[in-house]
């Protein structure tokens, strides 16, 4: 009985495993290293390449910028309707890509909430590359907000007191305190918005199009190139994966980083001196 | 010069701290069971916490004035907080812990003799180098007041003897207001110049060590210091002729007149007020039968649990005398030095009793 159940439980996880690496596999076992670099030559990849690049690198930045700083506040702050607040940050998170494409044509769209007002100062954003900025940002930055927030709180508080009590003011604390203690976890964060937003797809495709060279990401052009040029997609994906993967292990290492700290300073030797 | 005055209400969790001080250049050490709000009176004075009513100020400084609206930040407030627990910054190193306040750290690092550590993360120092970072990160800005809060608990025993010496010196160095809270009745009594004992957000009893250890106000003070504590003898007060007889205990002795109460009541003697010996008791003491119990040799003295009838009560004997488990003895009372306890108020009614 219980060999029994030990071999179910290992036959589970080997499916589970071979589920989730078989595809990733096939793509690799598909594309040669050497058809890899090729693709990256073609002209649809390199001019996708460049617009998320851009984009993403505009979205993320202002994210950062407008995020950190918020996510701060929500940490610290108790207020009447904060959680009301937190739940309506996280909202995007379980809406359908395609949902936030057409919520984002709602308000910024010709015929939009704020269409006549944009249109009088002569901006049309849909269809352009800051739409495509709108739309990364818009769905990667609750990943960075959640994430920012909880390594805000995680902060001691008995810190930013002793700052204060040392002459500190608010911006100091902020500045010389919390920020830094909070690194680890704002890279966390940011990394997982990051890559949130290189692959955001359904937002983008609605809010701003396929245009290539102009709007056309790479996760875009993965279904552009797999109507034309099924290696091409394939080449694009792989891509994908690796930077993926590398923004995974640099997430485990900001976490193996954090985890040695804290145990560096729990259980240091505090002997006599 | 260096005072901090306060008079205040603060709401906390299980009940309003309410209290009162006025406290010059000297420490003050606030004792107390954790709860009893301690470290909220230290988080008031620094800002730390805001309280609904009263006031405190620092010298002609008012850092607090409900009724004005007057609110000092924190940083505007001219303290020196050394943390339970140190709160140093983990991502500074000591030099950068310390002049975290501004100022310069190379004089004060060499005064507390941790020049060495100055490029260590805390993270790599012991308790005691710890805190002493803590103790000058608070110096270094010079303030008007220090605020202490349980500094020298974590370290071990034969440590936080030496860093009584030293507070008490930095004190005496400083002229300033200290403020000193700690759950440790000897640790107060080393370093105050007033114990302040807390019981449940309020003042229980103020005054010098010495005052408060020879008269406490009730029962709960009593307890409070001194190790081992004091003995407990529960018993009947008649109000009529002023005598008290203990319960399932062969022991009265007589209140002076003024003293009044009538009912239950305890009487109270101090381990080291009590004496074995081998006769029954010469005069001005009283003494019973007892059995030795246990027997802890300290080396410099002896305690022994003595049992007489159901109790056991704590001897503290000087030196070392010798005696064997189970051993008859008599318990002799030193009268004059006894407590006697209202029963149901626990107030003190008086010290002092004759046979």
């Not at chain 1, 219980?2 to 595809?23: C, N």
């Not at chain 2, 309003?16 to 470290?39: F, H, M, N, R, Y």
């Amino acid at each position: 009985m219980r060999a029994l159940f030990a071999a179910l439980l290992a036959v589970a996880t080997a499916i589970a495993l071979a589920f989730l690496l078989l595809p990733i596999a096939a793509i690799f076992l598909r594309v040669p290293p050497g058809d890899l670099v090729g693709a990256l030559g073609h002209r649809a990849t390199r001019d996708a390449l460049v617009v998320s690049l851009e984009t993403s690198a505009i979205a993320h930045v202002a994210v950062l910028l407008i995020g950190t700083p918020a996510a701060y506040l929500l940490a610290r702050r108790r207020f009447r309707g904060r959680s009301a607040v937190l739940t309506l940050i996280e909202l995007p998170l379980v809406l359908p890509p395609a949902v936030a494409g057409i919520a984002l044509l709602a308000a910024f769209g010709r015929a939009g909430l704020l269409g006549g007002e944009l249109d009088a100062l002569g901006v049309q954003i849909p269809f352009t590359q800051a739409a495509v900025v709108l739309a990364v940002a818009f769905v990667e930055s609750p990943f960075y907000f959640r994430g920012a927030i909880a390594a805000f709180e995680a902060v001691d508080g008995t810190l930013v007191d002793a700052a204060r009590t040392l002459g500190a003011g608010p911006a100091r604390v902020f500045a010389r305190v919390a920020l830094p203690l909070a690194a680890g976890g704002l890279g966390a964060a940011s990394a997982l918005a990051l890559a949130r937003g290189l692959g955001e797809f359904g937002a983008t495709i609605i809010f701003a199009g396929s245009l290539q060279g102009v709007t056309q990401t790479l996760p875009l052009a993965v279904y552009a190139q797999f109507e034309q040029d099924f290696d091409t997609a394939l080449a694009i994906s792989a891509l994908f994966i690796v930077v993926g993967a590398l923004l995974l292990v640099t997430l485990k290492l900001y976490g193996w980083l954090r985890f040695a700290s804290i145990f560096r300073s729990r259980f240091a030797p505090s002997t006599s001196s | 010069m260096a005072s901090i005055r306060l008079d205040l209400s603060l709401p906390l969790r299980a009940f309003d701290l309410e209290l009162a001080l006025d406290a010059g250049p000297e420490t003050v050490a606030l004792v107390g069971p954790s709860g009893a709000g301690k470290t909220s009176v230290l988080r008031a004075i620094a800002g730390l916490a805001r309280p609904a009513r009263g006031t405190i100020s620092c010298g002609d400084e008012i850092w607090f004035n409900a009724d004005r609206r007057i609110d000092r930040r924190p940083e505007e407030r001219s303290v020196g907080f050394v943390f339970q627990e140190y709160a140093l910054f983990p991502h500074l190193n000591v030099e950068q812990n310390v002049t975290f306040g501004g100022a310069r750290a190379d004089r004060l690092l060499w005064r507390l003799h941790i020049e060495h550590l100055a490029k260590a993360k805390p993270s790599e120092l012991s308790g005691g180098e710890r805190q002493r970072v803590a103790i000058g990160r608070a110096l270094v800005r010079e303030p008007n007041a220090y605020l202490m809060d349980e500094p020298i608990s974590a370290l071990d025993a034969r440590l936080r003897e030496e860093m009584r010496v030293e507070l008490n010196r930095l004190q005496r160095q400083l002229k300033h207001t200290f403020v000193h809270v700690t759950h440790d009745q000897e640790e107060a009594m080393a370093v105050a110049d007033r114990l302040c004992i807390m019981k449940g957000g309020r003042i229980a009893q103020i005054g010098t060590p010495l005052d408060v250890y020879n008269a406490p106000v009730d029962r709960y003070v009593a307890r409070q210091l001194g190790s081992p504590p004091m003995n407990f003898i529960s018993g009947h007060l008649d109000g009529t002729n002023g005598r008290f007889t203990a319960e399932n205990m062969p022991l009265a002795a007589a209140a002076p007149a003024a003293a009044g109460g009538n009912g239950p009541a305890w009487l109270g003697i101090r381990p080291e007020d009590l004496a074995i010996a081998h006769e029954p008791a010469r005069t001005g003491t009283a003494s019973v039968p007892a059995a030795i119990y246990e027997i802890e040799p300290l080396g410099a003295m002896t305690i022994v649990d003595v049992k007489a009838s159901d109790h056991i009560l704590k001897a503290q004997l000087p030196g070392q005398p010798r005696f064997s488990q189970g051993e008859a003895v008599q318990l002799v009372f030193d009268l004059a030095k006894c407590h006697l306890f209202d029963g149901s108020s626990e107030r003190r009614l008086t010290t002092g009793l004759t046979v």
